[in-house]
Nanobody, 123 residues
Framework: QVQLVESGGGLVQAGGSLTVSCAAS????????MGWFRQAPGKEREFVAA???????RYEEPVKGRFTIARDNAKNTVYLQMNSLKPEDTAVYYC?????????????????WGQGTQVTVSS
């Protein structure tokens, strides 16, 4: 079955950097758009970034210029490098896989989800 396993979350000070990873199995990874979403306490899950099968990328406005999404098809892994972190970036970060050809920010259109990894940014 399909599994998405996130790792790399943790506690970091404001202004610091962190990279979270998502290892996928059970699917033809290179054919999927991979996305990162996050959910803060008391808030709805929100789109962060996505990378398409042909390496197109899209970012939500609050993270543009600070976060970078990348994929390694040989390792079936997608990464989210986060720089200049702010306390408002604190959330559980989820990766997700979408079998469509185009990048989408809509969570319901993603087929598979990981269990999430906590990122906490202290002020």
């Amino acid at each position: 079955q399909v599994q998405l396993v996130e790792s790399g979350g943790g506690l970091v000070q404001a202004g610091g950097s962190l990279t979270v990873s998502c290892a996928a199995s059970g699917l033809t990874f290179s054919r999927y758009t991979m996305g990162w979403f996050r959910q803060a306490p008391g808030k709805e899950r929100e789109f962060v970034a996505a990378i398409s099968w042909n390496y197109g990328t899209r970012y939500e406005e609050p993270v543009k210029g600070r976060f970078t999404i990348a994929r390694d098809n040989a390792k079936n892994t997608v990464y989210l490098q986060m720089n200049s972190l702010k306390p408002e970036d604190t959330a559980v970060y989820y990766c997700a896989a979408n079998g469509g050809r185009a990048i989408t920010m809509a969570a319901p259109l993603y087929d598979y989800w990981g269990q999430g990894t906590q990122v906490t940014v202290s002020s």
